[in-house]
């Protein structure tokens, strides 16, 4: 409930929605998601940390941010099948990370239409946050 997406949606509507979500316990040094994959599934971080990583022009991986509870990630597939922007590595002795199938959370979007708004603002503003790290290279 506090990625911010689901705002728009009653405590009952996410028990329902729970149903077709499944968790999944990583540990430390385990990658959720890779960069340059298309992801199928929104990511969120139901407990523990994971860094955000990327691989820079010059061939480095280059860290951009710790993300946490309530973190949203994936969520490229929802806009146009893109392929993931980053890599994701769990940094915590553990992490359980919410799984939700790409084609059900589109449902739930359409059905709750503002949930989009907070969605388009998290990767307006990692666009933003990605762009500001480019530059300083």
Known sequence: KNSGIFDAITIEEIIKLAEYCSIRTCLTGDTVL?????????????????EE??????????????VKNGAIFGQESLFDCKEAGSTYTVVSSQAKIVEMDKDIMVEVLRRKPEGWIALLEKEYDQKCRLQRLWTLD
């Open 53 to 66: 990583s990327r691989m820079a022009l010059d061939g480095m991986v280059k860290s951009i941010r710790i």
């Open 34 to 50: 890779n960069e340059n994959t298309r992801p199928d599934k929104l990511y969120i971080v139901s407990d523990g940390k994971l």
